[in-house]
C-alpha cells in the first residue's frame, strides 16, 4: 500500500478522543496515548455504576465486578496470543521488569542494549544483576550479529525493547529469542512502543518474558501486563492478601500465577479501561494502525531529510516514532516554539541517557504517532520547525 493510500483510507478517529482539542497537533504519543471517550466511559462506570471489590466478596455486585475483572484479564491475553493464566496485572512495564529481575531465582549476566530505557536498565542493575551491553548497528538499530557474539553460558538473561522509545527501531524478537536460547539464557522484551502499533503474538515471537504499559496502548495509567509462560517458576515478588493459598506465624503458602504476583486490591478499574482499550484498537485493526503510522513515518522523515538543519536518528522503518535535531537549536527550545503554534512533541534524553551519550547528543527532539495522527499534524510539524529556523536563523 503507497503512503498516499495509507493515509487516504484510514478511518479519522479523533472525534473519539476529547483530549484532542481543536487546533491541537499532538506528537507524544510514544509518552503517552490519548484516551478514547470508549476507555474513558468503561473506566467511570467501573469506578462508579458497577465498582465493588473482586475475588472477596460473596454479593452480587463484586462477583459481577469479578468476572469483569477476569474477563479484562481474557481479553488482553487474546490481543497478544496468551493464555489468560500466563498474563499478570502489574502497575507497568517498569514493574514488569523489576518483578522479573528481583524474582528470578538465577541471577547473573544480564544482556542489554544500547537504546534501551531507563527502566529495561536500573532494575537488572540494583537488582544485582551484571550488565553487558549490545552495540546497534549504523541505522540504530540492536546488533543481533554482535549480540551472537557477546552472548555466553553465564548469561542468564537478554532484556530487549522490542520498538526503541526513541528511534523507532524495530527487533526481530524471533531471532533474538533463538539466539538467547542457543546459550540458556531467556528473553525479556519491552514491548511498550510495540503494543499500540504492531501485531504482537507471544508464542510466536519465542520471548520467555514480554513486558508493557496500558497507557501508551490508549488504555488507563496505573496498569500493565507481564506474559510468562514461566510464571509459576518464580517466588512471589510482593506478599499480602490475595496472593496466598494459607497464612500461619510460622509459614506461608502461595496462590499459583498470576494471582501470586498481584497482592492486594489489584487495578480493577485499570483492568477494564485496558480491557476496553484492546476493544477500540481490535475494532480499528492493528495491521491498519501500523500501515498508517508507517506512512505517517515515511511522510515526516522525506519532509525532514530535505532540510539541511535537521540531522535525523534511527532506521528508516522506525515504527511510528521519528527523532531528529536541529543544528545550533536546543531541543527544549524547539519543543518551546512548537507548542506556540500548537504542537506538541517530546524534547529531552528520554529516559535513555547511555543512548543519548552513543549519539553524541544531550537531547533530541521527537514526534511520535497515534490512531488519530493524520498529515495535518506532520504539516503543523513542519511549518512549526521553519518557524524555529527563522528564529534562530
Known amino acids: 500500500m503507497s503512503t498516499a493510500t495509507a493515509l487516504r483510507t484510514f478511518p479519522d478517529v479523533r472525534a473519539d ?20 471517550q470508549a476507555v474513558i466511559d468503561a473506566t467511570v462506570n467501573a469506578m462508579g ?56 531465582p538465577k541471577k547473573g549476566r544480564v544482556l542489554l542494549s544500547m537504546l534501551e530505557h531507563h527502566s529495561n536498565i536500573v532494575p537488572w542493575q540494583l537488582a544485582g544483576w551484571q550488565v553487558d551491553v549490545c552495540p546497534l548497528t549504523a541505522d540504530g538499530c540492536i546488533d543481533l550479529d554482535a549480540a551472537e557474539k557477546l552472548l555466553t553460558p553465564e548469561h542468564r538473561m537478554v ?10 527501531s524495530p527487533l526481530d524478537v524471533a531471532r533474538a529469542a533463538e539466539i538467547a536460547h542457543r546459550v540458556g539464557a531467556e528473553l525479556l522484551i519491552d514491548g511498550c512502543q510495540a503494543v499500540p502499533r504492531l501485531p504482537v503474538d507471544v508464542a510466536a515471537l519465542g520471548c520467555d518474558y514480554y513486558a508493557f504499559s496500558g497507557h501508551k496502548l490508549y488504555g488507563p495509567t496505573g496498569i500493565g501486563v507481564l506474559w510468562s509462560d514461566k510464571l509459576d517458576l518464580l517466588p512471589p515478588w510482593q506478599g499480602g492478601g490475595s496472593m496466598i493459598d494459607r497464612v500461619t506465624f510460622e509459614r506461608t503458602t502461595y496462590a499459583p500465577a498470576p494471582t501470586r504476583f498481584e497482592a492486594g486490591t489489584p487495578a480493577i478499574i485499570e483492568a477494564i479501561g485496558l480491557a476496553a482499550a484492546v476493544d477500540y484498537v481490535d475494532h480499528i485493526g492493528i495491521d491498519a494502525i501500523h500501515a498508517h503510522e508507517v506512512a505517517l513515518v515515511s511522510t515526516l522523515r522525506d519532509a525532514l531529510a530535505r532540510k539541511n538543519s535537521i540531522t535525523l536518528y534511527g532506521p528508516e522503518n522506525s515504527a511510528g516514532i521519528v527523532s531528529f535535531s536541529m543544528a545550533g537549536v536546543h531541543p527544549h527550545d524547539i519543543g518551546t516554539i512548537l507548542d506556540e503554534s500548537g504542537v506538541a512533541i517530546r524534547a529531552g534524553h528520554h529516559c535513555a541517557q547511555p543512548l543519548m551519550e552513543h549519539l553524541g547528543v544531550p ?15 506532520v504539516a503543523a510539524l513542519i511549518d512549526g520547525l521553519a518557524r524555529v529556523e527563522r528564529i534562530f536563523g
Open 363 to 377: 537531547a533530541t527532539a521527537r514526534a511520535s504517532f497515534g490512531v488519530y495522527n493524520n498529515d495535518d499534524d
Open 17 to 36: 478522543f476529547p483530549g484532542l482539542t481543536p487546533g491541537w497537533h499532538y506528537l507524544d504519543t510514544a509518552a503517552t496515548a490519548q484516551k478514547p
Open 159 to 168: 532484556a530487549f525493547a522490542h520498538v526503541s522509545n526513541v528511534l523507532g
Open 49 to 104: 455504576r458497577d465498582y465493588a471489590t473482586v475475588h472477596r466478596g460473596v454479593y452480587a455486585r463484586s462477583a459481577d465486578m469479578t468476572l469483569a475483572y477476569e474477563a479484562a484479564r481474557r481479553r488482553i491475553a487474546a490481543f497478544i496470543g496468551a493464555r489468560e493464566n500466563d498474563v499478570t496485572f502489574v502497575r507497568g512495564a517498569t514493574e514488569a521488569i523489576n518483578l522479573v529481575a528481583y524474582s528470578h
